[in-house]
């Protein structure tokens, strides 16, 4: 079956960076788009971006722009986020999910999600 | 920014329907997923394309969207139902999520 096995916690301090692995199992790696979402405590999901994992191709929210690099290994089955300059706002469960098509669109979706990664940013 | 408002809360007898709402701008010329989410554990998608239920859900989960919105409709609710429900869509190529409904059976 479709699994998306990620990293462990990572406690980091104030400016510093975080990379999140995301390794995949149960499908073609490269037919499908990857995305990755988070969600601060007691807050609703927030998209970061997503790669194509054919290609390589990425699009990130404009939000993270800058501060978001999404990566792939093809021969790892892995995705990687890593996320830099972080705040305290960035204190969040990080999530990997599969999009059904590989450049990913309006009419996509995410299934299934990865059991996700806490992040935790303090001094 | 597109903004996608769902109601913060839901209460349902055992047994009867539940109905969520997701309400965005023409939110019904755009496709419309819905994911819900137990304490502690990861999203879990249950209807995508507005409509459409993936393989494992059961048929109690049912799907709607048009005009401005969208509404999750679980039919003969169970206490294992209970979780949170975020409705997502996608516009101007950035994915966005709804602001989550809390569904209590009780």
């Known amino acids: 079956q479709v699994q998306l096995v990620q990293s462990g916690a990572e406690v980091k301090k104030p400016g510093a960076s975080v990379k999140v692995s995301c390794k995949a199992s149960g499908y073609w790696f490269t037919n499908h788009a990857m995305h990755w979402v988070r969600q601060a405590p007691g807050q609703r999901l927030e998209w970061l971006g997503r790669?194509?994992?054919?290609?390589?191709?990425?699009k990130s929210s404009q939000k993270f722009q800058g501060r978001v690099t999404i990566t792939w290994d093809t021969s790892a089955n892995t995705v990687f986020m890593e996320l830099s300059s972080l705040t305290s706002e960035d204190t969040a469960i990080y999530y990997c999910?599969?999009?059904?098509?590989?450049?990913?669109?309006?009419?996509?979706?995410?299934?299934?999600w990865g059991q996700g990664t806490l992040v935790t940013v303090s001094s | 920014s597109y903004e996608l408002a769902q109601p913060p809360s839901v209460s349902v007898s055992p047994g009867q329907t539940a109905r969520i709402t997701c309400s965005g701008d023409n939110l019904g010329k755009k496709y419309v997923c819905w994911y819900q989410q137990k304490p502690g554990q990861s999203p879990v998608l249950v209807i995508y394309?507005?409509?459409q239920r993936p393989s494992g859900i059961p048929e109690r989960f049912s799907g709607s969207n048009s005009g401005d919105t969208a509404t999750l409709t679980i039919s003969g609710t169970q206490t294992m139902d209970e979780a949170d429900y975020y409705c997502?869509?996608?516009?101007?190529?950035?994915?966005?999520f709804g602001t989550g409904t809390k569904v209590t059976v009780l």
């Open positions: 394309q507005n409509n």
């Open positions: 790669i194509n994992a054919g290609n390589g191709d990425t």
């Open positions: 999910a599969r999009d059904p098509f590989l450049a990913a669109a309006g009419n996509s979706w995410f299934d299934p």
């Open positions: 997502q869509a996608w516009d101007s190529s950035l994915y966005v």
